[in-house]
């Protein structure tokens, strides 16, 4: 049985639906991210679990416990915010030893747990400060570490690392997995940034319209997305228009060009049209890579990204990226200039629609 | 630029003496008690009357009680309402602000006629009429109690802050207790000033349900005496003014830290 289980939990405010039939397993020490646009219901199914929201159907169990209508002061769940929520009256110590304090554990468990904390969020001495004497990179590390002093049996952490600067970001998104794993604790991590989902999580749950998209490892659902929602959303995605012109051998034509798809093209019919999403990166130009399809396209833009150069490229009336690495002796075509572009077969998805 | 300054300061210069004068009228007049000097005699004769002690100790506590079973009552309302009724929060402010609208007189009135017999006879002892003037010293104080209190819940963020004491295994207590109220602590202190300000000066309650307050005291003694009535004002003034004054030193020690806060 799962650690923490969700059972086609439903959750209306009013007419509108915000989380419907949703179905999720967590396994002990799992880190789960739900990743999905604003309003899709990620937070709301967050604080389902979190007790703070109560499920107009369905049922949340947590080690084998129907938690579903227990208070969330009894779940033994901790919980992350996005504005950190430090008390504001108390010290740094005051704040981690908090949950310690309402448990009643007696002052010398307390302070070697507060110390041991400090250290797990590399603050040691700085307990006596108040929570305006931090750093928002800080505060959010305290509010990490308040959550798990107490040993929860989950953890939550609801959009934690959007109120920082980029770089804090990525430094603390590292430290939070590598605390995470430490003490193997079941994790649930809501964020609308897949960069984030992506190198964090066991598994991520794309989200959209308060329903499940897709579940799967990051490799997978970057990969393999099921969804036109999932494709278009994870990662950077051309959509492009194109028409059946052999099911069996699983041949489409963009723009009067033919390309082979690697992916069966299901109760498809010839002449139909159909979306197919290829990844920026998985489009080379031919003159350096052969690959079994091959396209002619006019150069529209390029931008500098940084460690890859995006080249923005027409065939008829689709429009579409590719990704290059970029090193200093990179040759880039000129604006209008026609290229041959190749991609696999396998890189080509056929997508169905979202529900 | 110039001239802007000049007619800004004449308008201020102008307010302050009409403002100003009457008051160093009263002082002027408070000292003259002794014929040819300037003198303390008036103040003297106040502070050396027992009815003063007396009636400046009863309001004292009075106030005392106010503001505790005032905040008491309106805090936990106050925060319940911002955390799960924030849609009642017009109506919420429209009844606080009531005693602005029904006279002192009105609500006093309304007292006597229904708390004067049973089921709840309170005016027929000093005690329960103590109590039933606390309750009336309540709701006069309400207005500005209750904006006091919510401008304090305003600038937290009170719901994430419930929550995360929850999360944490807090009960509704503990969050009352050890995180609202202390991080209301300025606008609670706010709060207490002007509801011991109010309740000191009030005279309409007081008088009409006789009780030795300080309110009736100085009307009874500004119509026997002379001097002394004006230096009971300058007290009284100079009370309201410290405890104003006490309001704006909490305040500016909590706007520093608010900006540094990180809780928002």
């Known amino acids: 049985m799962a650690f923490l289980e969700l059972t086609n939990v439903r959750k209306s405010f009013g007419q509108v639906n915000a989380v419907e039939s949703f179905n999720l397993k967590v396994e002990r020490g799992e880190l789960v991210s739900f990743l999905g646009p604003s309003g899709c219901g990620k937070t709301t199914t967050l604080r389902m679990i979190a007790g703070f929201e109560l499920p107009t159907a369905g049922s949340v169990q947590i080690n084998g416990a129907d938690l579903t209508y227990v208070p969330p002061n009894k779940r033994n769940v901790g919980m992350v915010f996005q504005s950190y929520a430090l008390f504001p009256n108390m010290t740094v110590a005051d704040n981690i030893g908090f949950g310690l304090r309402i448990a009643k554990k007696p002052a010398r468990e307390i302070k070697p747990r507060v110390e041991e904390m400090l250290a797990l969020i590399h603050m040691p001495g700085l307990g006596n400060r108040y929570p305006y004497q931090l750093s928002g990179g800080q505060q959010q590390r305290v509010a990490l570490a308040r959550a798990l002093a107490f040993s929860p049996q989950v953890l939550l952490l609801d959009e934690p690392l959007s109120a920082l600067d980029a770089k804090i970001r990525v430094s603390l998104r590292g430290e939070i997995r590598s605390i995470q794993q430490k003490l193997g604790i079941t994790t649930i991590y809501v964020t609308h940034d897949q960069e984030e989902a992506l190198s964090l999580s066991d598994r991520v749950v794309v989200m959209n319209n308060g329903h499940i998209e897709q579940v799967g490892a990051p490799f997978e659902i970057y990969n393999f997305p099921t969804t036109e929602f999932v494709a278009q959303f994870v990662g950077t995605l051309n959509t492009l228009s194109a028409q059946v012109q052999d099911v069996g051998d699983k041949r489409l034509v963009v723009d009067g060009q033919a390309i082979k798809s690697a992916h069966a093209l299901e109760g498809a019919r010839v002449g139909e049209k159909v979306s197919i999403s290829i990844r920026p990166e998985r489009i080379s130009f031919y003159s350096e890579v052969q690959k079994v399809n091959r396209m002619e396209c006019a150069v529209e833009n390029i931008a500098f990204l940084g460690s890859i150069v995006r080249i923005q490229v027409r065939t008829g009336a689709n429009v579409f990226y590719m990704d290059t690495f970029n090193n200093p002796f990179l040759e880039l075509p000129k604006l209008g200039d026609k290229v041959q572009i190749t991609f696999s077969a396998e890189a080509v998805l056929v997508l169905r629609q979202s529900a | ?264």
Do not use: C
Not at chain 2, 121 to 126: D, H, Q, R, Y
């Open chain 2, 1 to 264: 630029m110039k001239k802007t300054n000049f007619w800004a300061w004449l308008w201020i210069v102008l307010g302050a003496v009409y403002f100003f004068l009457p008051l160093y009228g009263t002082l002027d007049f408070s000292l003259r008690e002794q014929r040819g000097i300037l003198s303390l005699l008036a103040y003297q004769n106040v502070l050396n009357d027992p009815h003063f002690r007396n009636s400046f100790a009863f309001s004292a506590t009075m106030a005392a009680a106010t503001i505790v079973i005032g905040l008491l009552l309106i805090v936990p309302t106050a925060y319940w309402v911002h955390l799960r009724l924030p849609q009642a929060r017009p109506i919420v402010e429209f009844i606080t602000l009531l005693p602005f609208v029904v006279p002192a007189i009105v609500l006093v009135f309304g007292f006597i006629r229904i708390y004067s017999g049973p089921p709840l006879a309170l005016t027929n002892s000093a005690e329960t009429t103590n109590i039933l003037l606390m309750f009336g010293y309540i709701v006069v104080a309400l207005p500005y109690t209750y904006r006091s209190v919510d401008a304090g819940l305003r600038a937290i963020d009170v719901r994430t802050l419930t929550e995360a004491a929850q999360s944490l295994g807090a009960g509704w207590f503990t969050v009352l207790f050890r995180i609202i109220f202390p991080n209301l602590r300025v606008a609670l202190l706010s709060s207490a000033f002007l509801t011991f300000a109010i309740v000191v000066g009030e005279f309409t309650l007081a008088n009409l349900l006789n009780r030795p307050a300080f309110g009736p005291y100085m009307v009874l003694l500004g119509q026997d005496r002379a001097y002394e009535p004006a230096a009971l004002s300058i007290m009284s003034f100079a009370l309201t003014w410290a405890a104003i004054g006490l309001i704006q030193w909490f305040s500016r020690g909590a706007q520093g830290q608010g900006q540094l806060a990180g809780t928002r």
